[in-house]
Each structure stands twice: as structure tokens, then as C-alpha cells.
């Protein structure tokens, strides 16, 4: 595909998901990009499936949804501002109205919502998921395709829905077990554990001890996410796989990674750490991976494992740096090094960290943590 082929399907998102959010035209258009899919040619049919994971799920909701997708909650919401409910308070308006412009408006209003159109986020949101969803059975056998990127972008697209899970999770598994490319691979996995399993399958347990990095990584964070459904799971692969995390963050991201979390791999494995119950190891590989995650989300993720790690303020006095445990240690001293400019990115941080009796703007906690210098890493790190 050309650049300016890419360039038009840019413009064509943008148009239906302009910022996550769908519009009117949005599952109109859903079952034309599923043709693309099934018969297109491959550049085609990689971007249309991007393409159609965008009209499912947003990005934020996306980057949000670790434990699955909360379908029956996304549905209640749209149900609160549905035509049934809001015609009659159109209606009353429209009486009480004596401004004819006003009165106008509310008409055209009303007139809009009587023909089913959406008026809601929400509304607009799930009717552009359902059409995806009512394409999905014949876009599951993709997951045979012989193209890799196919077989990638359809097992990333299964995950985001779970009310076909009881079909989507044996499809994925037998992916996972017979796949090549550790990227499909990968992705497969990663789709099961948010998809939701409470047994930890043989296939995961497997790739635990997989050659290739990206392959353990994705296994870990299946087990992690069975462990916080309460799954009765062996031990040392529970150990294992809070290691492979910890590696990960401390290490380079893959190239190339999933594209769960907008493909920001240390974002994600930060997210699969914080959804743990608090502990040194899992705080401490948090704090590795916040100077490799997206600028935009790591004052959030800061805040978090600022959470994990001083559950209350210091007393005061305040303790001295070195005085401090292991783990929150690493943390200041990740937060002391990151570059000033992305600190400014969000202004709560300063107030998290005074919350938590620690030193609120950047200059005062390179002091406190005897970072006056780039380079100056306390011993060990």
C-alpha cells in the first residue's frame, strides 16, 4: 500500500473515531472494510482490520481494559440516554418552551432522536461494536490466514470481545500453540489472558520457556491476569513469570512488539504489574519501566506505584533518601532522572508526591535523591 493509500485510511478514521469516539456513519461502514478483510489485498486487509479494532474499542478504552472488556456496564450506559428514555424529556421540554428559536432547536432535536439516531458517546460507541461483533464469525477463520500481520491484527481484534470468548479462547490457544511468528504468537496470548482464564493452559505454561523474549513476556502476562482471577496456579510459574515481567521492563522493548496498549510495550507490562497486589518486586519493576513509557501515560503510572509504595505519607521528619526500602528508592530516583519536560506534562504529579510527604517539584527531588547530575545512580542501579 502507498503512502498516500495510508494517508487515505488515516483520513478515513479520523473521520468515523475522531478521537476515540464514533460517529454516526461509523457501522455503516463495517461491513465494507470486513469485505476488505476477506478478499482484499494484504496491506488492505491488515489496516482494515486496525480499522475495524478502532470502531470497536477506543484507544483509552483499550489501553484501560486489562481484565476484559465490561460489556454489560459499556451497554447499561448507552441504555441511560436511549431514544425511550430521552423522547419524553424532549417532549416536556418542548412544552415548557416559550423562546420559538430555542423551541426550534429542541424540535430539530427531538426529530433526530425519534428517527434512532444516537445522541450519546456511548450509544454511538456500541452501535459502531455491535456491527463489528455481528462480523465476526466469518472473520474468525482469519486466524488461518498465511499471512502473520493477518493472523496478528484478527486474534488483537477477538480480544475486545468477550461475549464470543467461550469460542474465541480454544481458537486463540490452538494459535498460540502451532504459531511461527512470535508476534502473532505473542498477540494470541495476550488476547487469552484479557479475554479471561481461570486455569493457567499447558500452551502458556510453554511459553514460558520460550526461545524468544516477546513470547515469554506475552505468557507472563496471562498468568498474571489468571492470578487476579483467583486461579488455583502453580507456584513457580507464578515466580516465573513476575521474573519475565521484571526483565521486560528493565530491557529494551522488542522490535517488533504487540500493539496492545497503542504498542507501548513497557506501558503495558507496567499496567499488568500495577493490576497485582502490591509487592517490593512487582513496585520495583514499575519503576524500571517509567522512563520507556509513553510520556503520555507515565505521570499516571507514577502516581499508581507511588500508591504501591507509600501506601501513606512519610513521618516527619522526613526520612532520609538512602533510609527509604529498595523499591522506593528505585521509584524517586526514576522520577529524579526523567527530563523536566515531561514532568510539567501533568500537574497533579507534584501534588501525588506531597501527598505522600515526599518532595513535590523536580529540582527539590533530584536534591532528596542526590541526583544532581545526570549519570549519578545510587549503587546497584
Known amino acids: ?21 464514533r460517529c454516526q456513519a461509523s457501522p455503516y461502514v463495517v461491513p465494507f472494510l470486513a469485505r476488505i478483510v476477506l478478499a482484499g489485498p494484504d496491506p488492505a486487509r491488515e ?31 448507552a441504555a441511560e440516554n436511549s431514544s425511550d428514555k430521552l423522547l419524553p424529556l424532549y417532549e416536556e421540554a418542548l412544552a415548557a418552551e416559550q423562546d420559538e428559536q430555542r423551541h426550534r432547536h429542541l424540535r430539530d432535536i427531538q426529530d433526530w432522536v425519534a428517527a434512532g439516531n444516537p445522541v ?30 493477518v493472523r496478528t491484527r484478527t486474534a488483537h481484534l477477538l480480544a ?21 511468528d512470535a508476534v502473532a504468537k505473542a498477540t494470541s496470548l495476550v488476547a487469552v489472558g484479557i479475554l479471561g482464564t481461570t486455569a493457567l493452559p499447558g500452551t502458556v505454561i510453554d511459553s514460558l520457556d520460550a526461545e524468544d523474549g516477546l513470547v515469554r513476556w506475552a505468557a507472563a502476562a496471562v498468568a498474571q491476569a489468571a492470578r487476579r ?36 510495550f513497557h506501558g503495558h507490562t507496567a499496567d499488568v504489574l500495577l493490576a497485582l497486589p502490591p509487592c517490593p518486586a512487582s513496585s520495583a519493576a514499575v519503576a ?6 509513553s510520556p503520555s501515560q ?7 506505584v507511588l500508591a504501591h509504595l507509600f501506601p501513606g505519607p512519610l513521618p516527619e521528619p522526613r526520612p532520609p533518601y538512602e533510609r527509604l526500602s529498595r523499591p522506593q528508592q528505585q521509584l524517586l530516583h526514576a522520577l529524579a532522572d526523567l527530563l523536566e519536560g ?7 504529579l507534584g501534588g501525588s508526591l506531597a501527598s505522600h510527604g515526599l518532595p513535590a517539584t523536580h529540582a527539590a527531588l533530584r536534591a532528596y535523591t542526590g541526583l544532581f547530575a545526570a549519570g549519578n545512580r545510587p549503587a546497584g542501579q
Not at 235 to 263: C, F, H, I, K, N
Not at 342 to 348: I, L, M, P, S, V
Open 1 to 21: 500500500m502507498s503512502r498516500h493509500d495510508s494517508r487515505a485510511v488515516s483520513g478515513l478514521f479520523n473521520h468515523l473515531a475522531h478521537q476515540g469516539t
Open 160 to 180: 475486545w470481545f468477550p461475549e464470543l470468548a467461550d469460542t474465541s479462547l480454544p481458537l486463540l490457544l490452538g494459535l498460540a500453540a502451532r504459531e511461527d
Open 298 to 304: 507515565r505521570a499516571s503510572k507514577a502516581k499508581a
Open 47 to 77: 489496516l482494515a482490520l486496525e480499522l475495524l479494532t478502532g470502531l470497536a474499542v477506543n484507544w483509552d478504552e483499550e489501553c484501560a481494559i486489562m481484565d476484559g472488556a465490561d460489556i454489560a456496564a459499556w451497554r447499561a450506559e
Open 288 to 293: 524500571a519501566c517509567l522512563p520507556s513509557v
Open 229 to 264: 482471577a483467583s486461579a488455583e496456579l502453580d507456584r513457580p510459574a507464578l515466580d516465573r513469570a513476575v521474573a519475565e515481567l521484571a526483565a521486560a521492563a528493565a530491557a529494551p522493548a522488542p522490535v517488533p512488539a504487540t500493539g496492545y496498549s497503542l504498542g507501548d
Open 342 to 348: 515531561w514532568w510539567n506534562t501533568d500537574q497533579d
Open 120 to 149: 450519546d458517546a456511548r450509544d454511538s460507541s456500541m452501535r459502531s461494536y455491535d456491527a463489528v461483533l455481528a462480523e465476526l464469525p466469518a472473520l474468525r477463520g482469519l486466524l488461518d490466514d498465511e499471512n502473520p500481520r
